[in-house]
């Protein structure tokens, strides 16, 4: 690969990027990193913007083109090395699609609400203030954020109790699009999954992604 034509990533600490640091170990490509520090409120800084207009991370520089959004980075760059991390037989070409899909488009959503939700519940405000933020807090998860996670969670760990990867038998890049949901679900709920667990451990043991997270730092600030 030539010069011209090396990826940059520009990786946001914890933050989904590390799935594409983990993506390009996994397809042993070369790479350069720009790194980004969050700010005081963990925003992404306004130099990203320079970058994408959205402002946020991952956004990775290929062959003259600048791609933002785990999914379509992802399959990008598989397209671009011939296939590898996908499966071929049909059931699992259809999970991986579904996974590769549904980790941000369903399983995402309510966690994000859910860290708002602790936001709120956390909030320094004034002691006659508290009891109204928590009560807005405890309503918006009893009555969304609660009941959503644990059907999402739910259902995943029932997928990974019948095959140990979410595509089937074999990892794929569904698995590294999954880290991110996993890791927020895994610290942001009480939830009792083994095989989410289990799955965990399995997948973070890889070699390539224990590059990726020496590179990047983890995706999120801190682990149960």
Do not use: C
């Not at 990533?9 to 914890?14: A, I, K, P, R, T």
């Not at 859910?114 to 918006?140: H, Y």
């Not at 991110?180 to 009480?190: D, F, H, Q, T």
């Amino acid at each position: 690969m030539s010069e011209s034509s090396r990826l940059v990533v520009h990786h946001l600490e914890h933050s989904r990027s590390l799935r594409v640091l983990w993506l390009l170990e996994e397809l042993g490509l070369p790479y350069d990193i720009r790194r980004y520090a969050r700010d005081a409120n963990f925003r992404a800084p306004p130099e990203l913007k320079a970058v994408h207009p959205l402002g946020r991370s991952p956004v990775v520089e290929v062959d003259g083109r600048v791609l933002a959004e785990s999914g379509a980075i992802i399959e990008y760059l598989l397209e671009r090395e011939g296939g590898k991390l996908r499966p071929e037989e049909l059931d699992a070409k259809l999970r991986y699609r579904f996974f590769l899909h549904y980790a941000e488009g369903s399983a995402m959503p309510p966690l994000l609400v859910q860290l708002l939700v602790d936001r709120i519940r956390n909030q320094r405000v004034p002691f006659f203030v508290k009891p109204i933020t928590r009560k807005i807090a405890e309503g918006v998860e009893q009555a969304f954020s609660g009941p959503a996670i644990a059907t999402h969670f739910g259902f995943v760990e029932n997928e990974l109790l019948a095959r140990p990867y979410f595509a089937g038998s074999e990892f794929t890049a569904a698995d590294i699009q999954m880290i991110y949901p996993v890791e927020a679900a895994l610290l942001r709920s009480n939830g009792d999954w083994p095989s989410l667990r289990a799955w965990r451990e399995r997948v973070t043991a890889r070699p390539a992604y224990q590059r990726a997270e020496a590179k990047g730092g983890p995706s999120m600030p801190s682990r149960k």
